[in-house]
């Protein structure tokens, strides 16, 4: 069987990536994850991604959510928030220790990847998630009046203010993870994750990018857009407001110098003629990931396309 390399983002990328962990054996499958939403709150190194995945792969998400651990309890929060305390964040008591232990590791010399390890070793997972980068890259939102941080923006304004542009800071002194050696993998899987702000930090990553440029034959995208919506998030609330098509086109467009291969939901089957025109190889799929089944079935299909040509 082939090496798999996952780029992944938070929910909708989770969810593809449990498939893949159901579907293949361990060491055939490595999940890079951004990481340009990581942040520091009351001092502690938060990484939403890393910890979404983690988590689905883990059984620990709560799924009713889509995010944080299930079962959990606030006691925290509460008491935080009679002390007067920010409490926009929410930070569950079984979420709160896995970002003290994170912060603690880090403190003490582990770098951001040897710190998920130690994370995945506790979760009983295998060592195969990964961040894009061990050096900060922090993602911002350009809104017509301000520069927001992206949990201002994603948690704390919910998303409402219009997006103008996108901005990514410290690339400048980041590389993808130097752990991960591209030339490894035989396909580069792009999960369906928002493009912008969950595979676009990755994208600005010049190692990667560059790899991904030369070898676009071993790229497949999944679209993160189905029939017009986003799987997850508010892609295509962003495409709306960037003033772009809401549909499979725009998502293959913007991919377009990275991949050759992409799968579409079986509603957008009318779109491959444009698609093909781009380029691409289109396959369809059933997209939508709300069971177990569903997932399996979709990573499954991926595979079995991939591992036959």
């Known amino acids: 069987m082939k090496n798999y390399l996952l780029l992944c983002g938070g929910v909708g990328g989770a969810k593809l990536a449990l498939g893949f962990k159901n579907s293949i054996d361990p060491k055939k499958l ?4 951004n990481t340009g939403d990581d942040f520091t709150h009351y001092g502690l190194k938060i990484c939403p991604d ?3 995945v983690m988590y689905t792969l883990a059984g620990e998400s709560d799924t009713s959510k889509g995010w944080g651990r299930k079962d959990e309890s606030w006691n925290m929060l509460s008491a935080l928030s009679e002390m007067g305390g920010e409490t926009w964040f929410q930070l ?7 970002h003290i232990q994170r912060t603690y590791l880090i403190n003490n010399g582990q770098s951001l990847t040897q710190a998920t390890q130690t994370l995945c070793e506790s979760f009983n997972l ?3 998630i990964f961040p894009m980068s061990n050096q900060p890259v922090e993602t911002y939102i350009q809104t017509k009046n301000r520069l927001l941080s992206f949990q ?5 304004l919910k998303c409402e203010p219009p997006v103008a542009d996108f901005v990514f800071k410290g690339l400048d002194k980041a590389s993808f993870n130097e752990d991960l050696d591209l030339s490894t993998y ?3 899987i792009i999960c369906p994750s928002n493009p912008y702000v969950s595979i676009n930090p990755m994208l600005q990553l010049s190692s990667l990018k560059n790899y991904l440029h030369d070898y676009s034959e071993k790229v497949t995208v999944i679209s993160p857009i189905v029939n017009a919506q986003s799987l997850k998030g508010p892609t295509a609330k962003m ?3 960037l003033g772009q098509e809401v549909g499979v086109k725009t998502i293959a467009k913007f991919y377009k110098s990275y991949s050759k291969r992409i799968f579409i939901d079986s509603s957008d089957l009318d779109e491959s003629n444009k698609l093909n025109d781009l380029g691409y190889e289109v396959h369809i799929a059933d997209l939508i990931m709300n069971t177990i089944d569903n997932k399996n079935a979709l990573a499954e299909a991926i595979i079995h396309e ?3 040509k």
Do not use: H
Not at 30 to 33: E, F, H, L, N, P
Not at 92 to 98: E, S
Not at 152 to 156: C, G, L, N
């Open 126 to 128: 295998p060592k195969n």
């Open 50 to 52: 890393l910890d979404t």
């Open 239 to 241: 495409m709306q407001e």
């Open 152 to 156: 201002e923006y994603f948690v704390k």
């Open 30 to 33: 490595t999940i890079a994850v």
């Open 92 to 98: 569950g008591d079984k979420d709160l220790a896995t």
């Open 306 to 308: 991939l591992e036959s």
């Open 186 to 188: 035989d396909e580069i």
